[in-house]
Structure formats: structure tokens, C-alpha cells
Nanobody, 123 residues
Framework: QVQLVESGGGLVQTGDSLRLSCAAS????????MGWFRQAPGKEREFVAS????????FYADSAKGRFTISRDNAKNTVYLQMNSLNPEDTAVYSC????????????????WGQGTQVTVSS
């Protein structure tokens, strides 16, 4: 069993940066692919980024390419999402997830989910 807890969200302005963290209670190192998803009000949950088990491969949605960076520290059982050049379209609840498939672009590729952290970008 894996429990995931996100942190680092908040209210920022256009152009600002945020770093989200996802702390796992169980051991994710060498076991799980990790992903970040987001869901804006009235919209479907969408894939943002994923990282392979050992961190050697990453995959991004087009909306995240060049602005977001996913990383993981398996020694700390933590996954990060560095978000730069934020804009109002990035406003959403961001959730991390653990699964077995890479790149894991579908929410159905993941077995465990965190509760999410709110990111709000003002114009």
C-alpha cells in the first residue's frame, strides 16, 4: 500500500514559479512510475508529466513541455514538479499518482493517488 501526500501549491501571479512535492509513505523507489495530473474546475483530469522508476526517463504533456520539470528522489520517497512561467490556464488541483506503466499518460495506468494540492495563477 502506498499513500501519497502533495504539498507546495498556492496562489501565484502569471510568470511565477512553484515547486510541488509528493511524499510517499510506502517505498516507491525501484517500484513505481510516478505521474502528475491536474484537474481544473469543470474539466477532466489531465496528464501533466511522468517519470520512470529510476528517474532516467520523463514524459510531458504538450502544455508542460519547456516549463515544467518532473524529478524524483527515491532515497526520500519524494517526487517533485517544478513549474515555471505559470499562467492562469495552469490553475487546477494537482495530484500525484503511482503506477506501473511508463509513460502512463492515462489515469487508468495508476494505482495510487494523492488528495491533491491547489494551484491558482492570477493574471
Amino acid at each position: 500500500q502506498v499513500q501519497l501526500v502533495e504539498s507546495g501549491g498556492g496562489l501565484v501571479q502569471t510568470g511565477d514559479s512553484l515547486r510541488l512535492s509528493c511524499a510517499a509513505s510506502g517505498r516507491i523507489a525501484s517500484v513505481y512510475v510516478m505521474g502528475w495530473f491536474r484537474q481544473a474546475p469543470g474539466k477532466e483530469r489531465e496528464f501533466v508529466a511522468s517519470i520512470s522508476v529510476r528517474g532516467g526517463m520523463t514524459f510531458y504533456a504538450d502544455s508542460a513541455k519547456g516549463r515544467f520539470t518532473i524529478s524524483r528522489d527515491n532515497a526520500k520517497n519524494t517526487v517533485y514538479l517544478q513549474m515555471n512561467s505559470l499562467n492562469p490556464e495552469d490553475t487546477a488541483v494537482y495530484s500525484c499518482a503511482a503506477g506501473r506503466e511508463f509513460p502512463g499518460r492515462s489515469r487508468y495506468d495508476y494505482n495510487y493517488w494523492g488528495q491533491g494540492t491547489q494551484v491558482t495563477v492570477s493574471s
